[in-house]
Nanobody
């Protein structure tokens, strides 16, 4: 399994931007499909965005579509989530995840490696 470490979270005002990073170690990163999920207090973990191994396919939840961009740099073994026009409802712990196959990108059960998360807090 690959080990994942997220960074880039923090406190930001509504309307601001953040870029989350997910550094991977171990495993064959260039063959993995990567995703971002988030979990707000008292809520279930939800899909945010995903990208396939070659970066030619990306997926977004309706809640972040048009405001976020997922990307990856296979040479740096890092996945990014650029989030713009942040809203208070984006407040959550954001998790990076990896899956080996081209299964459904939005289903968290398909991912077998997870980071510990990074907290994003958006103030109104």
């Amino acid at each position: 399994q690959v080990q994942l470490v997220e960074s880039g979270g923090g406190l930001v005002q509504a309307g601001g931007s953040l870029r989350l990073s997910c550094a991977a170690s171990g495993g064959i990163f260039r063959l993995l499909h990567m995703g971002w999920f988030r979990q707000a207090p008292g809520k279930e973990r939800e899909f945010v965005a995903a990208i396939n191994w070659s970066s030619d396919r990306t997926y977004y939840s309706d809640s972040v579509k048009g405001r976020s961009t997922i990307s990856r740099d296979n040479g740096k073994r890092t996945t990014y989530l650029q989030m713009n026009s942040l809203k208070p409802e984006d407040t959550a712990v954001y998790y990076c995840a990896a899956k080996p196959g081209d299964t459904s990108a939005s289903s968290y059960s398909n991912y077998d490696s997870w980071g510990k998360g990074t907290l994003v807090t958006v103030s109104s």
